[in-house]
């Protein structure tokens, strides 16, 4: 798929459907973006990605936290194998979430937080003809990530976008997850939800995070004093086999459950 294919996007706010168009810029060059038939609003590509945050960026607690996870962003890849040191390492802690997906060659497979795009290079040696689309709501994230997929000559789909409003049409996605920093959205129900409303019916969901010892760990670097409840609760009722696990020698948890097939 194309990154401008309007078969699988459309608007986060309103979900209607997309429509591509181009303007000249000033400096005599094309700007393409998209534009919502519903609400009009316009998505501009920047390049390798999708802009659907329209300035909109991360919320912050304070000043400090701001500094902090900017900070991190930015050498993401050091600081985040030096934080699964207390996991076991960081390729065995990633593969110990990603061994819960059911993935299966040809499948369209969606990351809503993509980091750095690590999961898409250990995915793509466990099935054959994998489509990977990756979300973050940083740019820096995708930067990251573009950098990493082309040093990989891996092909995938990128989009500044909010989890809690995801850029995708309905029962699209084969493959649903995502992989840390859950704890810190505003409305962890309502991206939960969006995960189920792109996910094909009888689809697995997997949701991976720090648990309440690795809360308190990352709490002494930025200052908060955040307590960790991991979102089983805020499962739909109907969803099948919803269940917890605690991963990362403690300081994690993982949360896997089936949306259900349509009767």
Same mark, same amino acid.
């Given at each position: 798929?194309?990154?401008?294919?309007?078969?699988f996007?459309?608007?986060?706010?309103?979900?209607?459907?997309?429509?591509?168009?181009?303007?000249?810029?000033?400096?005599?060059?094309?700007?393409?973006?998209?534009?919502?038939?519903?609400?009009?609003?316009?998505?501009?590509?920047?390049?390798?990605?999708?802009?659907?945050?329209?300035?909109?960026? !991360?919320?912050?607690?304070?000043? +400090?936290?701001?500094?902090i996870?900017?900070?991190?962003?930015?050498?993401?890849?050091?600081?985040?194998?030096?934080?699964?040191?207390?996991?076991?390492?960081?390729?065995?802690?990633?593969?110990?979430?990603?061994?819960?997906?059911?993935?299966k060659?040809?499948?369209?497979?969606?990351?809503?937080?993509?980091?750095?795009a690590?999961?898409?290079?250990?995915?793509?040696?466990?099935?054959?003809?994998?489509?990977?689309?990756?979300?973050?709501?940083?740019?820096?994230?995708?930067?990251?990530?573009?950098?990493?997929?082309k040093? +990989?000559?891996?092909?995938?789909e990128? #989009?500044?976008?909010? /989890?809690e409003?995801? @850029? #995708?049409?309905?029962?699209?996605?084969?493959?649903?997850?995502h992989?840390?920093?859950?704890? !810190?959205?505003?409305?962890?129900?309502?991206?939960?939800?969006?995960?189920?409303?792109? /996910?094909? @019916?009888?689809?697995?969901?997997?949701? /991976?995070?720090?648990?309440?010892?690795?809360?308190?760990?990352?709490?002494?670097?930025?200052?908060s004093?955040?307590?960790?409840? @991991?979102?089983l609760?805020?499962?739909?009722?109907?969803?099948?086999?919803?269940?917890i696990?605690?991963? +990362?020698?403690?300081?994690?948890?993982?949360?896997?459950?089936?949306? @259900?097939?349509?009767?």
């Open positions: 798929m194309k990154l401008t294919d309007t078969n996007l459309c608007c986060p706010e309103c979900k209607a459907n997309l429509s591509v168009s181009q303007q000249n810029g000033t400096n005599g060059d094309i700007k393409r973006f998209l534009v919502c038939n519903g609400c009009k609003k316009e998505y501009f590509i920047d390049g390798y990605y999708i802009d659907f945050m329209g300035g909109r960026t !991360l919320a912050y607690k304070g000043e +400090w936290e701001k500094f996870r900017s900070f991190y962003a930015k050498i993401y890849t050091p600081a985040t194998n030096f934080m699964f040191l207390f996991c076991g390492g960081v390729k065995t802690a990633k593969k110990e979430v990603l061994s819960h997906l059911d993935l060659d040809n499948s369209l497979v969606l990351e809503t937080g993509i980091g750095a690590e999961n898409f290079y250990y995915l793509n040696k466990a099935a054959r003809n994998l489509s990977f689309f990756g979300i973050d709501i940083q740019k820096q994230m995708l930067i990251h990530s573009a950098r990493n997929l040093k +990989w000559n891996l092909q995938a990128l #989009f500044l976008a909010d /989890a409003e995801l @850029p #995708f049409k309905d029962e699209m996605f084969d493959v649903v997850f992989l840390g920093s859950i704890n !810190l959205f505003i409305n962890k129900e309502k991206a939960i939800n969006e995960m189920i409303r792109v /996910a094909k @019916p009888g689809t697995k969901i997997v949701i /991976a995070d720090e648990s309440e010892k690795g809360g308190k760990l990352m709490n002494l670097f930025t200052g004093n955040d307590v960790v409840i @991991p979102p609760d805020l499962i739909p009722k109907e969803m099948l086999n919803a269940k696990e605690t991963i +990362w020698n403690g300081y994690g948890y993982v949360i896997e459950f089936w949306k @259900p097939l349509k009767k």
